[in-house]
């Protein structure tokens, strides 16, 4: 089945405890890019991928980072979470940009506490 | 800057029709989506248009006004599964796509 696959569905942590939210797309899509959610601001992007080894900042890329060494894998990382990070986050794919309609997973709620 | 304006909030009897507005302006576009996302699950797309005019997709329907920098979505025969929140989003230009915050439809009996 074709879909994008985001792990952990929930997580709670504490400030300054690094993670990783884990992506990975089986339809072999070019683009990967990830968002954040909150009440009353709709989805922001974060970071985005054209390619392996091709990333970019989004709109609020600020205390994340990503990378792309495979196709198929793009981990969000925050090395130093604040509460202003808790939030709702989704992976999303598209075969080649962002022209294209975007496949998302399941996404993460994360709180930081 | 850049913006998309959509209402917070609608409410629709089942079986009727409505219609829900968005407005953008961005620095470039190439292509608007509307998007459907049920309460605690992921958005999934719904309709795509980047040429002026109407697209039809069964009880779904999308229109584009690229001079007026407007779009909407227009959902017939209302059903209970349609509650849900539409988000509207602009493909800007370069890799970047534009959310509007959405608009959460309750459709009551």
């Known amino acids: 089945e074709a879909q994008v696959t985001q792990n952990p569905r929930y997580l709670i942590t504490v400030t300054g405890k690094k993670l990783t939210v884990t992506c990975s797309q089986n339809m072999n899509h070019e683009y990967m890019s990830w968002y954040r959610q909150d009440p009353g601001l709709g989805l922001r992007q974060i970071y985005y991928s054209m390619n392996v080894e091709v990333t970019d900042k989004g709109d609020v890329p600020e205390g994340y980072k990503v990378s792309r060494k495979e196709k198929r894998n793009f981990p969000l990382i925050l090395e130093s979470p604040s509460p202003n990070q808790t939030s709702l986050y989704f992976c999303?794919?598209?075969?080649?940009?962002?022209?294209?309609?975007?496949?998302f997973g399941s996404g993460t709620q994360l709180s930081v506490l | 800057g850049q913006n998309i304006d959509q209402p917070t909030e609608m409410t629709a009897t089942e079986g009727a029709i409505v219609q829900i507005n968005c407005t953008y302006q961005?620095?470039?576009?190439?292509?608007l989506f509307w998007y459907q996302q049920h309460a605690g699950e992921a958005p999934t797309f719904l309709s795509y248009n980047v040429l002026d005019g109407l697209e039809e997709k069964g009880r779904f329907s999308s229109f584009l006004s690229r001079s007026k920098g407007y779009s909407y979505l227009l959902l017939k025969e209302l059903q209970m599964k349609d509650s849900a929140s539409y988000l509207c989003?602009?493909?800007?230009?370069?890799?970047?796509?534009?959310f509007g915050a959405g608009t959460r439809l309750f459709v009551k009996a």
């Open positions: 989003a602009v493909s800007s230009g370069g890799f970047k796509t534009i």
């Open positions: 961005t620095s470039g576009f190439n292509g």
């Open positions: 999303a794919s598209s075969i080649s940009g962002p022209r294209e309609k975007l496949f």
